[in-house]
């Protein structure tokens, strides 16, 4: 198991995380530590026991500590983070949205595609045409 190591706060960013939260993350160092985590860990299954582990929190604590202090829920955090990863692969090299989905952590295309229209409002398909072609 990995342990947390000290993550700097001023590196930690994201295109897709309000600023609000941004800042949250920033000021705990539990919370940025299991934000690096993930970030680390994308395309693997995140649990979060395994993370609360490494935060020395029973996960229901670590669960009630990261809502109430980032202000989203952990799966919101990690939800949030693939998908991010996932338009920067989409923006980067073409490529079966499949093998984009199996490389960011999901499981089922369906549930990656669902998460990203959730998050982005347009499926991946549709973001990639956008973004690269100008399509509508």
Same mark, same amino acid.
Not at 7 to 16: G, I, N, T, Y
Not at 31 to 51: M, W
Not at 82 to 109: K, M, P, W
């Given at each position: 198991?990995?342990?947390?190591?000290?993550?700097?706060?001023?590196?930690?960013?994201?295109?897709?995380?309000?600023?609000?939260?941004? &800042? /949250?993350?920033?000021?705990? #160092?539990?919370? !940025? @530590? %299991?934000?690096?985590?993930? &970030? /680390?860990?994308?395309?693997? #299954?995140?649990? !979060? @026991? %395994?993370?609360?582990?490494?935060?020395?929190?029973?996960?229901?604590?670590?669960?009630?500590?990261?809502?109430?202090?980032?202000?989203?829920?952990?799966?919101?955090?990690?939800?949030?983070?693939?998908?991010?990863?996932?338009?920067?692969?989409?923006?980067?090299?073409?490529?079966?949205?499949?093998?984009?989905?199996?490389?960011?952590?999901?499981?089922?295309?369906?549930?990656?595609?669902?998460?990203?229209?959730?998050?982005?409002?347009?499926?991946?398909?549709?973001?990639?045409?956008?973004?690269?072609?100008?399509?509508?």
């Amino acid at each position: 198991m990995d342990s947390m190591l000290v993550a700097d706060p001023d590196v930690f960013s994201s295109r897709l995380l309000p600023e609000d939260v941004l &800042r /949250r993350l920033r000021y705990y #160092p539990r919370a !940025l @530590e %299991a934000a690096c985590y993930v &970030r /680390r860990h994308i395309g693997k #299954p995140i649990r !979060l @026991e %395994a993370v609360a582990e490494l935060a020395g929190m029973t996960p229901c604590a670590f669960s009630r500590y990261f809502a109430e202090k980032v202000g989203i829920t952990f799966s919101a955090l990690v939800k949030l983070l693939r998908i991010e990863d996932a338009v920067y692969q989409l923006e980067l090299r073409d490529g079966a949205i499949s093998n984009l989905a199996t490389r960011i952590g999901y499981q089922s295309c369906c549930t990656f595609s669902r998460a990203f229209k959730e998050v982005m409002g347009e499926t991946p398909s549709d973001y990639r045409k956008r973004v690269l072609f100008g399509e509508a």
